[in-house]
């Protein structure tokens, strides 16, 4: 099999930023299958060439190459409707959308004529593109990939800690939790331990007793939120837009709390996690059993409390988190399941 595959390579198209999750997780997994080509035509090259410049080149690929299979992870606008309409013609091509529980208002819904098919991750969305007719909607869902996330032996010296960016709701929420006695090591821009590294990352995993996947949302009167209703990324910039209605919508649907990626990588690591309940997660991961949800402050301090003094407890949840992610919620699990979908082998 034989993939074409543009994605953004380098975190927010700044080289100086390490790679995308998107060229970990997807690019690099259809690297790791056998019998799978890939030819990966990153966005980044639109901010040397062009846009048209880079739909033209891209088009010229797939032309000469004629893969089995044309994957976009979309980011912005980088991608022509009319090269996507000709790129239909000769093969067959999916566009993954992250964030549809707002995007799908103001970017997602427009893309599903030019493509063969449209993947979402989130369950409310498929019935959104089906109420506008469309019928080539994919549900799957995120996950990890084995080759890169995996457990290490590594002595747990960290009681609880939190990976992403410092945002003023996971503040909040941390400082409740110091005042409880519950100190958090975070990672991870705005924190004082500031970004890691990808290997750090793994590190900070194996070596916590527990993980937490903090699921707060920003208001929607936070100003960076409010400005989304006038403006949008373009590539690399931030540019006017003024379709306000669609933004509205968007604008409304922003707070929800949806299931992301972190969960799933955790689990790869076989550490133990904490995570804010969301639409979906239950449906991946058996409460109690292979992951522990936290439904508010109070109820996360109890459950913290706990499993660290439950050593045992804790220690089989994460083996039996683990093993469900091995078995059902890897890249390679969802890309072949996903082939099967689209016919191809």
């Known amino acids: 099999m034989k993939i074409i595959y543009s994605g953004v390579r380098n975190e927010n198209y700044d080289p100086n930023r390490r790679q995308s999750f998107e060229y970990h997780n997807f690019y690099l997994t259809f690297k790791s299958l056998p019998g799978v080509e890939v030819i990966e035509y990153p966005f980044d090259q639109i901010q040397e060439i062009g846009k048209e410049k880079f739909n033209q080149n891209l088009f010229e690929i797939v032309k000469r190459e004629k893969p089995d299979l ?3 992870f979309m980011y912005t606008d ?11 013609k000769i093969t ?3 566009a993954w959308f992250a964030d549809d529980y707002w995007r799908f208002f103001n970017y997602s ?5 030019h493509f063969s098919w449209v993947i979402t991750t989130y369950s409310e969305a498929v019935n959104w593109y089906q109420k506008l007719g469309f ?33 003023s709701g996971r503040v909040k929420i941390l400082e409740k939790l110091e005042d409880a006695g519950i100190k958090v090591e975070c990672y991870g821009f705005g924190w004082p331990n500031g970004k890691v590294s990808q290997e750090k990352m793994l590190e900070v995993f194996s070596r916590s007793k527990i993980c937490l996947n903090l699921t707060d949302r920003k208001s929607i009167f936070d100003p960076s939120v409010i400005a989304r209703l006038f403006l949008k990324k373009s590539a690399n910039k931030i540019v006017p837009d003024f379709h306000l ?25 076989r550490a133990f996690t904490i995570s804010g309940r969301s639409k ?29 003094n439950h050593d045992n407890e804790r220690e089989s949840i994460a083996r039996a988190g683990y093993t469900r992610t091995i078995n059902e919620h890897t890249y390679k699990k969802r890309f072949e399941n996903l082939f099967k979908k689209i016919g191809l082998s």
């Not at 819904?109 to 004529?113: D, V």
């Not at 669609?246 to 690591?269: Q, S, V, W």
């Not at 949800?293 to 660290?308: A, C, H």
């Open 92 to 94: 067959k091509s999916i």
């Open 70 to 72: 044309f994957f976009a």
């Open 245 to 269: 209605l669609d933004n509205f919508r968007a604008y409304l649907h922003f707070p929800i709390i949806h299931t992301h990626a972190r969960p799933f990588e955790l689990a790869g690591c």
């Open 280 to 308: 979906d997660i239950g449906k991946y991961y058996e409460e109690g059993k292979e992951m522990v949800f936290y439904d508010n402050l109070s109820d996360l301090v109890e459950k913290i409390k706990y499993y660290l």
């Open 135 to 167: 019928k080539n909607i994919i549900l799957s869902q995120w996950g990890c990939n084995d080759s890169d996330y995996k457990p290490l032996a590594l002595e747990k010296d960290i009681a609880v800690s939190f990976v992403g960016q410092k945002k």
């Open 78 to 88: 980088e991608l022509n409707f009319e090269t996507l309409d000709e790129i239909k």
């Open 109 to 113: 819904y427009h893309w599903p004529p």
